[in-house]
């Protein structure tokens, strides 16, 4: 309809005129003027009605049939407003857009009055606004019903005042049923369960079972403003921990958005818009309440708050205050998971009733994973196979990924081993994780009568055991492979405890203060996982500060000392240089052990044990002969299928000589 030459008159289309004389038994009313005219112009036998017939707004009659039943649609769209508590004019502005995007007939209808038929998913506000008769005079309610249905999410902002329904609105009106409990069932989605359980993640520690009691106490109570943030670097399995939590404690887990609904049509998929999943966690924030015991999380929770908090007013993409309100007033707790914490903006960190940081798993729990993974894949993996995988950092996801490739391979035998290390060790390549696996064990495991130490071992090691595992300090040195991290380790299986260990090449990092940091978080994650920690290299971290020529060196020295001396559990440091070591450090451990080479009595025992023969008289007098090069030699014997105690004793001979290769050698 456009303006007549009257001021009062209105031109009503051919196209308008057409799309009335198609859908009027549909419209539940009838326009007589209109209907005489078109009787009487096609009597005449016209062939155009623009430009003919005028009337004024005055003249148009009452409803000439009943007012029609609510439909499918309409029921949908009410159902909307009520759950989300929407006013009368914001239900009547989104019903408009949702009929002008969704609706072909009156897509049709806004072509026809336009003149300009559009066939996209958006739609002119002011058009719709038209539809849902709010006046472009009432400024103030048109922008306030703009403003609630963009903050919900229900309405997308396309630029040029078009806007356009947020996928979850278009899967809802989509969707064939009128059933409240149909449509909230499609907003929950089905539970994926977890692929991990609660002993998969007893690395968190302290940080767990405090989790896990401030939950359950915001589940029972039904708290308001109950969120928490899960943190950490990628595949650390903190989506899994939400859905094992949420078995744990008997409740309903609803993943906020993870997958949009194309407007293309129902079953076509498409990436979810931020407005997208702030609708989807309007809704189900709205309905979990009803439902009980429900825990919403929110994954790569960051892309909704990246921008909100922006000290650039004008480079905002949401408003602060509505964001900060969605935190504190969910009537059911949330769980926000993100990579990266800071990008989720300090005024909402504050509003956390607690942050989870997730780290790697320790050997134990991945070797737990991979077990649990195998059977399920039906895969025979060699223990040996096993104890690789598990020694690898990798995280469970990386883990899953190595030994579902292994399934293709075969479910038994050597490459299916390979298959699941190489595969892994590749995806670690590429995450920039992948680093050199711990030394393997020895053939015989820690002896202390075959360790030749300055101390008495076996004393420490019941003096220990019977403190019990407190503020203990281990600082032992000596040539590689005389015993250093075995001993360590075995210290820590006394004390029952897991171990942590750590080399230099984990701590060094390339930017100032990553270091320092990185040396925190080492001491944390021992301390909330009460593990015993291992540094191997040492001498790496606690040179002498006196030969500094940064500072960050000094820093870095600092920075261990420091959490060395308030570190509330065992702790072991190994160093094959000593004489590198700040002075100050000495001080700092309550043991300090020298170990040196093998004596000719444990070199016999030692071969005897390994090799089931005597040794060679010239074997016992080898030095400096540690238990590192048994290790290497009783592999390499294997390999090559020799028991000859001659040949072998010239394989360990080989491994001396190897030590003095570029150097002078000193003494006897």
């Known amino acids: 309809m456009r303006p007549g030459r009257g001021k009062t008159k209105l031109e009503i289309t051919d196209e308008l005129i057409e799309w009335y004389k198609s859908h009027r038994r549909l419209l539940g009313f009838r326009v007589g003027p209109i209907d005489t005219w078109i009787r009487e112009a096609e009597s005449a036998r016209r062939s155009s009605f623009g430009n003919t017939l005028r009337f004024t707004p005055s003249n148009l009659p009452e409803l000439t049939e009943a007012t029609p039943k609510v439909s499918a649609f ?54 719709a606004a038209h539809m849902a008769g709010l006046s472009e005079r009432d400024t103030q309610l048109l922008g306030a019903c703009r403003t609630a249905l963009f903050q919900l999410g229900l309405l997308e902002d396309r630029g040029g005042f078009d806007v356009a329904l947020s996928a979850p609105v278009a899967a809802i009106l989509a969707s064939r049923t009128t059933s409240e409990e149909a449509m909230r069932r499609s907003l929950f989605g089905e539970l994926t369960p977890s692929s991990l359980n609660m002993s998969d993640f007893n690395h968190l520690g302290s940080a767990r079972e405090l989790f896990l009691s401030l939950l359950d106490g915001a589940v029972q109570k039904q708290v308001s403003g109950a969120s928490f943030l899960f943190h950490g670097e990628p595949g650390t399995g903190k989506t899994e921990f939400a859905r094992a939590v949420a078995a ?66 004008s480079n905002r993409t949401g408003s602060k205050v509505f964001m900060n309100r969605v935190v504190e007033t969910c009537p059911v707790p949330m769980i926000w998971i993100t990579n990266h914490p800071g990008r989720m903006g ?13 780290r790697e798993a320790d050997m134990t729990t991945r070797r737990r994973i991979v077990e649990r993974h195998a059977r399920a894949h039906e895969i025979a993996f060699a223990d040996h196979d096993i104890a690789a995988l598990a020694a690898l950092p990798a995280s469970p996801a990386l883990l899953q990924a190595g030994i579902r490739a292994a399934s293709l391979v075969g479910n038994s035998g050597a490459a299916s081993g390979e298959a699941a290390v190489a595969v892994t060790r590749s995806l670690l390549r590429v995450a920039g994780r992948d680093r050199p696996a711990l030394a393997i064990p020895g053939p015989i495991g820690f002896d202390a009568s075959l360790t030749n130490a300055d101390q008495d071992l076996p004393e420490i090691e019941r003096r220990v055991v019977l403190v019990g595992p407190g503020a203990l300090s281990f600082l032992f040195s000596g040539l590689p492979g005389t015993g250093k991290s075995a001993f360590a380790r075995h210290l820590a299986a006394r004390l029952g ?25 080492a001491f944390r994650e021992a301390a909330d996982t009460r593990c015993f920690l291992i540094f191997d290299e040492a001498d790496s971290l606690l040179s002498d500060r006196a030969g500094a020529r940064h500072g960050w060196e000094v820093s870095q020295v600092n920075e261990m000392l420091t959490w060395m ?49 005597p040794a060679p008289a010239a074997v016992e007098r080898l030095h400096p002969l540690t238990q590192g090069d048994f290790s290497i030699v009783a592999r390499k014997a294997r390999v090559m299928r020799e028991g000859c105690p001659a040949l072998i004793g010239k394989m360990l001979a080989s491994e001396v000589e190897a030590k003095y290769v570029g150097c002078s050698r000193i003494g006897f």
Do not use: Y
């Open 346 to 358: 300090p005024a909402v960190l504050r509003r956390m009733l607690t942050a989870v940081e997730f």
């Open 248 to 313: 744990e404690l008997e409740a309903q887990v609803v993943f906020i958005g993870e997958v949009g609904s194309d407007r293309r049509g129902p079953h076509r998929m498409a990436e979810p818009t931020r407005a997208d999943r702030l609708a989807h966690l309007s809704f189900a924030s709205a309905l979990a309440k009803r439902a009980g015991r429900t825990i919403l999380v929110i994954d790569e929770a960051d892309d909704i708050f990246t921008g909100v908090d922006d000290e650039e007013h």
């Open 565 to 613: 001396e308030s570190h509330p559990l065992p702790f072991a440091a190994t160093t094959n240089l000593a004489a590198r070591l700040d002075p100050a450090v000495q001080r700092r451990f309550l043991f300090k052990v020298r170990f040196e080479a093998m004596t000719p009595a444990q070199i016999a025992s030692t071969f005897a044990r390994i090799f089931g023969a």
């Open 74 to 127: 309409q029921s949908r769209v009410d159902w909307i407003g009520r759950t989300l508590i929407l006013e009368p004019a914001e239900v009547s502005l989104l019903g408009a857009v949702a009929r002008l995007t969704q609706v072909p007939r009156f897509r049709e209808l806004i072509g026809a009055a336009s003149g300009c038929m559009r066939d996209d998913d958006e739609v002119p506000i002011k058009n």
């Open 497 to 521: 405890m897991e171990i942590l260990e750590k080399r230099a090449s984990d701590l060094l990092g390339m930017f100032v203060g990553e270091s320092e940091k990185q040396i925190a978080d």
